[in-house]
């Protein structure tokens, strides 16, 4: 049996006359892990900050673990753990008494509350830095901190935005294994992330936001397959040319787009679209084809493309 | 969340105010010259008052008796301590926290309400100017300045003095817009130091002696005066409740204000 943890129908944010959230409809059941994707100022944090319920809703519904924020805010925070996208780690405090100090405000006993830290300082690789002043972390520590601190309540819904924004790509590895494990357990997983390999490894479904609004739904690979071709072939132009040459492979493969630094021409079969640039007299400086990712939903659906 | 918050007065709504209290006592381990420097203010204010101007103006009349002008100011004196500590507990702190640390983002993600916050600061702050009024009124006592073992009532009267303080303190403090306004601060609370019948009794205010009840800290200096004196009367009573009606209505504010600033 599955049970929605959020449901949110025409959830809208304002700020004053902005509107950075525009009528959204997410429901995520327990157990599962769900992303945010968007471009800057989509809407995302703006919309976890709501689902943490530190940022009251402005119209539309939202429930958590079937309860209204608006009401039973303490009650649904205390089954939460929360990572902002900005850490608001205690800084005058040590990494060890940042998160016993938490846990006490989850009304863990403080002996509960120093057990379950030690345990968090082994997680995030931080045993030997236990009596550091937080200040004096660098930032990928401070993070993996933030997230340990945000699992002192055990909590049953994680919510991370920009979780691995910061650190190290070992230190990601890390973290996705971490996560993973979590998600094994049974804690329900909501991201946020600007890395599309992240949300393909990490998420069971995902949104796609623009302006505030949800513009595409879906599993990885089905967004894949639905949006993108099979394959995509990468030129690189001679610096400065790709504006002028890009019109020269408006028809090759089914879509085309240019980037800053390259043209990107979606098609099924990327060595016959090579063949074809080939033929029409054109020499890229270098030519890549692969398969399909995320990061081309991501583009088509939020960016710039030539067909516009 | 608004709701959370509807119910008067907010001060009962909170459930956890000793959380901030237990960080602000794990925090301040490392800082306990900063507590420390506290006891001291006071202290010179009142050896300077006894050894200078106590010699000039000769003997004060308190309710009905005459004493020594250092035994008159030195409950007026400690009633001001409690108003500057808790001021400056509630303000410069507050703002760092507020605005510059953010600790309440943090705990505002938690079971912890605006008015958990609130409260426990303002909890913190009681607890700090109660060890200071504890070792003021020693040194009272050493000094030979108490005339009643009334004068242990101070002690709640100074809790009272700095919840109400402590109270506007971080009222105000969730207008401010950065660190150039903690100058209003100052400004605010020197006139309020000198003019509640501190120095010199209401009645030398002549025809002007009604202002100085507009201040809060008039009355707190008039509770604890009375219990030095050991001398109760029926005011005693409306000071009391001055100081509480304008504690429920700052505290209220201060809750809500937090809410509105963190809870975007
Ligand atoms: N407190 C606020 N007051 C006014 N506007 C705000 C506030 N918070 C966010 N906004 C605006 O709302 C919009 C959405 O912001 P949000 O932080 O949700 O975006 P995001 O998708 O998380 O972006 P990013 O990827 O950069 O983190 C932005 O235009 C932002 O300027
Ligand atoms: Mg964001």
Redesign the pocket.
Known sequence: MTESLIVARQLVKR??E?T?VDGIDVEVQRGEAFGFL??????????MRMIGCVSPVTSGSLRLFGLDPATHGAQIRRRLGVVP?LDTLDTELTVQENLWLYGRYFDLSRSEAKRRAKELLEFAQLADRADSIVDHLSGGMKRRLSIARSLINEPEMLLL??PTTGLDPQARHVLWDRLYRLKQQGVTLVL?T?YMDEAEQLCDRLVV?DQGKIVAEGSPRELIDRYSTREVLELRFTAGTNEALAPQVQGIGERQELLPDRVLVYADDGEAALAATHARGLQPESALVRRSSLEDVFLLLTGRTLAD | MSGELRILPVAFTARRPQRMIERHIVAYRRQWLIIVSGFFEPLFYLLSMRAGLGNLVGKVSVAGTQVPYDAFVAPALMASSAMNGAIFDSTGNVLHRLKYARIYDAALATPMSPTDVAMGEIGWALLRGQLYSISFLGVMAALGLVQSWWVLMALPACALIGLTFAGIGFAGTTYMRGWADMDIVNTATMPLFLFSATFFPAASYGSWAWVVQLSPLYHGVALVRAANAGVWTASILAHIAVLLLVSIIALSIAARRLDVLLR?
Do not use: I, L, R, V
């Open positions: 700020f004053g902005f950075a968007g471009p800057n100022g989509a809407g995302k944090s703006s919309t996208q935005d920009e946020t600007h936001m | 975007k």
